[in-house]
């Protein structure tokens, strides 16, 4: 089995499960499980898009109109939260538990019920995110977290009951992603075929073991972090508060000593099968397989010692603003390596533009904007104006939506025949990518200008100099979400039925069909052009 195959010929083992509910509520399979994460993403990306695009319809115009400035802090604190915790971080464990066992020629992952065990924790844990917002409905508290994702103290210790929902969802949310990657690693290091060495893993299952590392590093920090708000708020302890001894710049350290790696734990799922997808579609071997192994570690090792650079203005003395700054630029070097790679991979290549590789190039694009403007954020001078304002949030969305989201769609579209057995519609794909990148361009590339003008992020209402730009960036918005129910009804029409996948690859250009074999070592791939 390649990574580069979409073929459909291997048998679903259902390790003899009972059918129809129960299949799904104690399934041990991979793929079910795999399945049942990308379904739980879709819906919470789904929820969390709604959630942002009533932000965006608050900040159409200058001034109050749909919201109290409390709800709008609400939505945005649980849109994050979503997106982060709820949507990329599961789509990445499904893709996961589909994938790796299938690369690495394992029968299932390691620890199959702890498997379904880590799934079954994240839709409690989404409950408790929302559900605030419905108690709120009945009078029963004062609605959701409202400090935003990062729930920095004092304000999430004075904070109303919603913060403590999302503490316990948090934490919940943690043991999944810790479960998960305790079986990813046990899987990688225990159950390769005969022959596959570390070094002949293809890059998917690299990218994983490193961000199951990190996980596993990173997580307990924020569990202490939130644990020791929680008895702030509650027990009388006074870790953060200043008026009993406490510092509330530790949280931010323990906070964003995990929530730096998040950011490399969303993306390097990604930057590992981009080049499967870049190699496919070229119909070119992946250029510098070994270099982007090394640039992986290199970012896994370098993200949990540059947190700070998310607080440059709290007042840190200055050996630690140069330290931070610099290490924070240092990043991008390995970051430098994998786009000189990916770029190389596709160079001078056969290249046809098929769904999965319209994402995979827009990923390329659009990821190195949120990279450029990352290096302008990580100049401690420069940062002093830059730092909470729109600039910021556009930098991240460029980051995340462009580089996680998109890049997710690209390796949904890529595997989709391998998951349904169908093949997806490639007009409405190409349309849906379409949409999506000009929406998205349109919602954020005004958001550049708005921060560099001056304005702040979370906020209600603005000047009236502001107003031009929010309004394009809001009618991006909505588009943006509206063309996301595009591709629910491309998933669901797909899964239902279409044309059947074959174990051939992509239609090539100029009619040619391409199939795609790989032989030892697993990571290239020889092109054989077949004549229809």
């Excluded at 394992?106 to 108690?135: E, G, K, Y």
């Excluded at 025949?417 to 349309?431: A, R, S």
């Amino acid at each position: 089995m390649t990574t580069a195959t979409i073929a459909t010929h291997d048998d679903h083992h259902d390790h003899g499960h009972p059918s129809g509910i129960q299949r799904w509520l104690f399934t041990t399979n991979h793929k079910d499980i795999g399945t049942m994460y990308m379904i739980f993403a879709l819906i919470m990306f789904m929820v969390g898009g709604a959630m942002i695009m009533a932000v965006r319809a608050e900040l159409f115009q200058p001034g109050l109109q749909l919201m109290k400035p409390e709800f709008f802090n609400q939505l945005i604190g649980v849109h994050a939260l979503i997106m982060i915790f709820a949507a990329l971080m599961p789509v990445a464990t499904g893709l996961a538990n589909w994938l790796i066992p299938m690369m690495i020629g394992a029968p299932d992952m390691a620890l199959p019920r702890l498997n379904n065990w880590s799934f079954w924790l994240l839709p409690p844990a989404a409950t408790l995110l929302v559900m605030p917002f419905i108690l709120a409905l009945f009078g029963i508290g004062t609605g959701a977290v409202a400090t935003g994702w990062t729930l920095y103290a004092p304000l999430s210790v004075q904070g109303g009951m919603g913060v403590d929902f999302a503490i316990f969802a948090i934490h919940l949310l943690g043991i999944s992603s810790i479960l998960a990657s305790i079986n990813v690693v046990v899987t990688i290091l225990n159950m390769r075929a005969p022959g596959m060495t570390l070094m002949k893993m293809p890059l998917f299952v690299w990218a994983w073991l490193i961000t199951a590392f990190l996980l596993i590093a990173t997580i307990p920090v924020l569990a202490g972090a939130v644990t020791m708000l929680l008895t702030d708020r509650h027990f009388d302890t006074h870790f953060f508060d200043a008026a009993g001894g406490g510092d509330p710049i530790l949280f931010q350290h323990l906070f964003w000593f995990f929530g730096h790696p998040e950011v490399y734990i969303l993306l390097l799922p990604i930057w590992g099968f981009m080049p499967h997808i870049l190699s496919a579609f070229a119909r070119k071997p992946i250029y510098g397989h070994k270099a982007q192994i090394y640039s992986f570690w290199a970012i896994g090792i370098m993200s949990v010692i540059v947190w700070a650079h998310h607080f440059f203005t709290v007042g840190m003395p200055l050996p630690a603003l140069l330290y931070f700054m610099y290490s924070t630029m240092a990043i991008s070097l390995p970051l430098a390596v994998l786009f000189f790679c990916w770029i190389a991979t596709i160079w001078r290549g056969s290249m046809t533009f098929e769904t999965p590789m319209l994402f995979a190039l827009g990923f390329v694009i659009l990821f190195g904007i949120g990279g450029l403007t990352g290096l302008v954020l990580a100049d401690v001078a420069a940062d002093a104006q830059y730092h909470h304002s729109y600039f910021v949030v556009a930098h991240f969305h460029y980051t995340l939506f462009a580089g996680g989201i998109m890049g997710a769609m690209a390796g949904v579209y890529f595997w989709l025949p391998k998951f349904t057995g169908h093949m997806y519609d490639e007009k409405l794909g190409k349309t849906h990518f379409w949409l999506t990148a000009i929406s998205f361009n349109l919602t954020f590339i005004p958001q550049f200008f708005l921060g560099l003008a001056g304005m702040p992020r979370r906020i209600p209402d603005y000047a009236l100099q502001f107003t031009e730009f929010n309004m394009i960036s809001s009618i991006g918005a909505f588009s943006l979400g509206l063309s996301q129910l595009l591709f629910v009804y491309i998933i669901i029409k797909c899964a239902r039925g279409g044309e059947k996948a074959s174990d051939k690859v992509w239609e090539g250009a100029k009619g040619l069909e391409f199939t795609l074999t790989s032989p030892p070592p697993y990571h290239s791939f020889t092109v054989q052009p077949v004549m229809k």
